[in-house]
């Protein structure tokens, strides 16, 4: 039987991380505005250092917080909950950060539109949390509902955000 409150907590670090930069974000650039071979920034100016800090700190909040009050059944102990949620923290900055690449790379403008912006940031996230969780998280069906939650929550928070002012683009 598939336990969606256990897959929504144990992807909320990731989740959090994914929206404080909107929130928190701004400053120096990540990329410190350097460019590479083909001219483009490497990430572009929406990825800050403040932002990219900012989604790691309270995404292991987030973890810190469920690991000391609430046993989620894909770890073995708070240990390692804790740094899963550190890893899914990281992972969804370092996810989203690689995105905003590989849309520089295609030439992509930044605010546009991307179907890797929806997801890339969870499963880049996952992947850094698996050495902590338990085998039985990475079963196909629990994997497959984070990614379809996550193709459905990313875009209605970034609408949200927008019609907010939070952003400029409701993507």
Known sequence: MIDILSLILFILPSYVANAVPVVLGGGTALDLEKKLYDGQRIFGKGKTIRGFVAGVATGTLVAAILANGIRISFFDSKESQF?????????????????????????????????????????????????????????????????????????????????????????
């Not at 997801?119 to 085998?135: E, G, K, R, S």
């Not at 998280?137 to 990313?154: A, D, S, W």
């Open 83 to 171: 740094l899963a949620g550190f890893m899914l923290a990281f992972g969804t900055m370092l996810g989203d950060a690689l995105g905003s690449f590989i849309k520089r790379r295609m030439k992509i403008k930044q605010g546009s539109p991307f179907l890797l912006d929806t997801f890339l940031f969870v499963i880049i996230a996952m992947a850094l949390a698996y050495h902590f969780t338990l085998p039985k998280f990475y079963q196909l069906e629990n994997v497959l509902i984070l990614i379809g939650l996550t193709l459905i929550l990313h875009p209605l928070t970034n609408v949200f955000a927008n019609r907010v002012g939070l952003k400029k683009v409701p993507w």
